[in-house]
């Protein structure tokens, strides 16, 4: 895998900087994103399906953004809100999920947005609300300040979870290209602790991709471990465990060949994508395999990972002007 080019990585790592520098400036919040959280929190309470929808949200519009792309105003596709403001990128088929969750977060900042609020900011802020409300969720770093943008982000810079494109290689220079290492993400895709699927035709509607999907743990790597381990048990012959483009799920998805794959948990139903990284023999498989074993391992890499992804695309002089709104989401 070739590294990220030395855009994307002055991008991330100026914003990071910055992002370490002010962990603590949190006395410039306005008040209005103190009414916001508390809002928030009472409707994701018990890390419900607004609070998955949530997180998804802000990772989708975030993650427009990609190093391949020509540089254009605020976030060339990243955090700018445009998920929220587009509906042309909303109708995309991969945002089918966030569809029917849209209208709901719309309606937030409709009632917020006189008051200064931005959309891109809300987006971030709520994804951030969500990872909090489920238990043991960990605080990522939250920051105020963003540009919106109803310009739609480049199709083809989110990742499949199933055929085409959710192959090993395509998913991690996909990351690369937005700046990540394979420990981002790893991390990043530890958010499928609380994940549950809803539009995937190739699981059941509303199946957990954890055994305890209210709760912010690391059981979704050991679910993963088990199916590899069961796998290697049983001297499968396939060369790798990489799961073939346009192959058929039931292999790993059908009730009676153990939901979520040989051996995973009962009722997880995994990924295609999340077999295809998680291969024990791989740099991301390796990680996700410390991550089984070490909650706080886990739950560092992903503030860390996270904290930057709320700010992918955004120019650090930008973002150092922005202000810390942290404290509302603990």
Not at 93 to 116: C, H, R, T, V
Not at 221 to 239: E, I, P, Y
Request: glycine share 10%; aromatic share 10%.
């Amino acid at each position: 895998m070739r590294p990220a080019n030395t855009r994307s990585l002055f991008t991330l790592a100026s914003a990071f900087l910055f992002y370490t520098a002010h962990a603590s400036n949190s006395s410039a919040c306005p008040a209005i994103w103190s009414t916001i959280a508390k809002d928030l929190k009472s409707s994701f309470s018990g890390c419900n399906n607004n609070a998955r929808s949530a997180i998804r949200f802000a990772f989708h519009d975030a993650a427009g953004y990609s190093s391949k792309t020509p540089i254009y105003a605020p976030a060339s596709g990243g955090a700018d809100g445009s998920l929220l403001l587009s509906s042309e990128e909303l109708q995309r088929p991969i945002e089918n999920p966030l569809q029917s969750f849209q209208p709901w977060l719309l309606a937030k900042w409709n009632q917020y947005k006189d008051q200064g609020v931005g959309a891109a900011d809300i987006v971030q802020f709520a994804g951030n609300i969500g990872i909090r409300s489920c238990n043991g969720g960990p605080v990522v770093q939250t920051l105020i300040g963003r540009e919106d943008s109803s310009t739609p982000a480049p199709d083809g810079t989110l990742p499949n979870a199933f055929g085409p494109g959710s192959d090993y290689e395509t998913l991690t220079q996909l990351f690369a290209d937005k700046g990540f290492s394979t420990t981002d993400l790893a991390a990043l895709l530890g958010a499928h602790t609380c994940s549950q699927a809803f539009a995937a035709r190739q699981i059941p509607r509303g199946a957990a991709q954890d055994s305890t999907p209210t709760t912010w743990d690391n059981n979704y790597f050991q679910g993963l471990q088990a199916v590899h381990q069961k796998k290697k048990r049983d001297s499968d012959d396939d060369a790798d465990d990489n799961v073939a483009d346009g192959a058929t799920w039931s292999r790993f998805g059908r009730p009676d060949n153990g939901p979520g794959g040989p051996g995973g948990p009962p009722g997880v139903y995994h990924f295609q994508s999340d077999i295809n990284l998680s291969q024990p023999n791989t740099t991301v498989g390796s990680e996700m395999g410390r991550f089984a074993t070490s909650l706080d391992g886990f739950n560092s890499a992903f503030v860390d990972a996270m904290g930057r992804m709320n700010l992918l695309g955004i120019p650090a002089d930008i973002v150092s002007g922005f202000v810390d709104c942290t404290s509302l989401v603990e």
